[in-house]
């Protein structure tokens, strides 16, 4: 272990992972209920999206119902998610990366990889490098954030999972195989519930299990490609690259807001409520992450669970709130023709095939798309960061009282380095 460090130069792989993204963000105008068990997410028959860690100490997890959260832990606060807001500080904690180097692959809204090699010289070595990554991050966003170190992207993403919260984790290459081996399967980045469960069968449960089998075991179980791919990185070898530069259109691939209704409805017109006030919202986290979108789904959920989707693809993308209603609002009319009195338990509204804006250049064909549109959306979204999106709307969004319906986020779509197999 050198002075000052346990990195060099090889060890260049920052894995900057935020800690509890969400309900940090909400607690930052909340200080009253830091040290408190947060859930942000949909209050009723919502979901929990993040949870601080007073909560997750009681049990809370993501992604279940925010009801059933609040039995694992009734004194937990419930707050409504901002997607502004995360958008806001996700773009902020990009602007502080590229402060330590140009070399960042963003995986999520809240996770990217920062190869520092060429920091190295003027700032230090990694370690303390990414000591300065998280106390820039605390100073300007007041986030905290862990960090894994590593020469590799594999390595360094678990490294974050040890390092959490508001840590640091070095694994230098020569350790890096213990440090792999060490893991459960199920903890391997890239390894999903799936694979994990074929392994526990083969009695494999660990990295150490995994590095015990011929390549061929492994191939025969997992498929040629997921069991070559297990076996190399088992022995250290791990041919997953960062990509920098690949970022933002490749982070968010889609987005989607949805709402579980408090009752199941089968009413057209509220249901075209529902359906316009999910557009707008989605139209305006496409335009606060400067997006557009090519494709426009939409997800219904019956009383019965079942599950039906359609999409479209537009002739050009679209971040104006009118297109992306008048898409969803088409494809849920032609959902609803073969049973429209089905009561609808879920319905959602979905972006995919995201691009940014520097590479989306609006075609500004006369008369083919109305330019106010697109104003209006700007207004509203300048209104909203002045006085609150709840006081901002479509006018045929005031009237009726909304159905108690909570947005749940799914997050949509995730880095390269998030499927899982
Ligand atoms: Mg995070």
Not at 3 to 29: I, K, N, P, Q
Not at 133 to 153: E, H, K, L, M, Y
Not at 380 to 387: E, H, P
Request: net charge positive; aromatic share 4%.
């Amino acid at each position: 272990m050198g002075e000052g460090g346990r990195t060099t130069r090889e060890c260049r792989l920052l894995h900057v992972d935020m800690d509890c993204f969400y309900a940090s963000v909400m607690l930052r105008d909340h200080p009253d209920l830091v040290g408190a068990p947060v859930i942000v997410g949909g209050a009723d028959r919502g979901v929990v999206l993040s949870a601080n860690y007073p909560a997750r100490a009681a049990g809370v997890r993501s992604g279940v119902p925010t009801r059933q959260a609040l039995r694992v832990c009734p004194d937990a606060v419930v707050l409504a998610p901002d997607f502004t807001a995360f958008s806001e500080v996700s773009r902020a904690v990009l602007a502080i990366f590229e402060e330590f180097t140009p070399q960042i692959q963003v995986l999520s809204l809240d996770e990217a990889y920062l190869d520092v090699a060429g920091a190295v010289r003027l700032l230090g070595p990694p370690d303390r490098i990414a000591e300065q990554v998280r106390a820039r991050v605390w100073d300007d966003q007041g986030i905290r954030c862990s960090v894994g170190v590593a020469a590799t992207p594999t390595v360094a993403k678990m490294a974050t999972n040890r390092a959490k919260p508001d840590g640091v984790c070095v694994v230098p290459p020569a350790e890096a195989v213990a440090f792999l081996r060490g893991h459960r399967v199920e903890q391997v980045y890239g390894v999903g519930p799936r694979t994990a469960a074929v392994l526990h069968r083969l009695e494999l449960h660990t990295v150490a299990d995994v590095a015990a089998v011929p390549p061929e075991v492994l191939e025969a179980a997992l498929g040629r490609h997921t069991g070559r791919w297990l076996w190399q990185l088992a022995h250290g070898r791990d041919h997953r690259a960062v990509e920098p530069g690949r970022s933002q259109q490749r982070a968010e691939r889609s987005m989607s807001n949805e709402s579980t209704f408090a009752a199941d409805t089968a009413d057209a017109a509220e249901l075209a409520r529902h359906l316009l006030r999910l557009s707008t919202k989605l139209a305006g986290r496409l335009r606060g992450a400067g997006m557009a979108a090519r494709t426009i789904g939409v997800r219904v959920r019956y009383h019965d669970f079942a599950t039906l989707e359609r999409s479209r693809t537009l002739r050009e993308p679209t971040d104006v709130t009118h297109e992306v209603f008048a898409a969803a609002r088409g494809l849920l009319a032609a959902l609803r023709t073969a049973d429209p009195t089905r009561p609808v338990r879920l319905l959602g509204v979905r972006a995919t095939g995201l691009v940014t804006h520097d590479r989306w250049q609006p075609q500004l064909v006369l008369g083919e798309r109305a330019e106010g549109w697109a104003d209006l959306d700007r207004a509203i979204d300048r209104a909203a960061a002045r006085f609150g999106g709840s006081m901002v709307r479509p006018a045929t969004l005031v009237r009726p009282p909304e159905a108690g319906a909570a947005t749940s986020e799914d997050g949509g779509g995730g880095g390269p380095g998030r499927s899982t197999v």
